[in-house]
């Protein structure tokens, strides 16, 4: 789904060192066709709220699992250990995967995303 992303977490969760450059030296390409794309304006917070909603999510993060899984061997003790909590918690009914989720200090970057996986764990949409 988002072949960056995945390579981003393999670098870090190697412990491989990741250099972010502020400055855009490249224009991120958007097009209506995009799955996930910019999540800057009430659109795209709607769009991806949607994605929650119908399915979207749950499935790319089925396939990301399945890619790190594949490649744990890469990553370090302390990112496989993240990895299978993120697999427990993703295999856990309703509250009691809210609280594997806050014990596991997996977080997402904006309050309102942390609510959305919030809701993605309680409903099984994660």
Do not use: C, M
């Amino acid at each position: 789904v988002s072949h960056d992303w995945t390579l981003y977490q393999i670098v870090t969760g190697s412990n491989l060192r990741f250099i972010y450059d502020n400055t855009l030296p490249v224009r991120y390409r958007q097009h209506d066709g995009n799955k996930v794309g910019s999540n800057l304006g009430f659109f795209q917070i709607f769009k991806r709220a949607n994605s929650l909603l119908n399915g979207d999510f749950k499935n790319w993060n089925t396939k990301n699992l399945f890619f790190l899984q594949k490649n744990r061997e890469f990553l370090s003790d302390t990112n496989r250990g993240i990895l299978d909590a993120a697999i427990k918690i993703r295999n856990s009914n309703g509250f009691y995967g809210v609280f594997l989720l806050k014990k596991s200090g997996i977080y997402r970057q904006k309050w309102y995303e942390n609510i959305g996986l919030l809701i993605a764990v309680l409903f099984k949409r994660f």
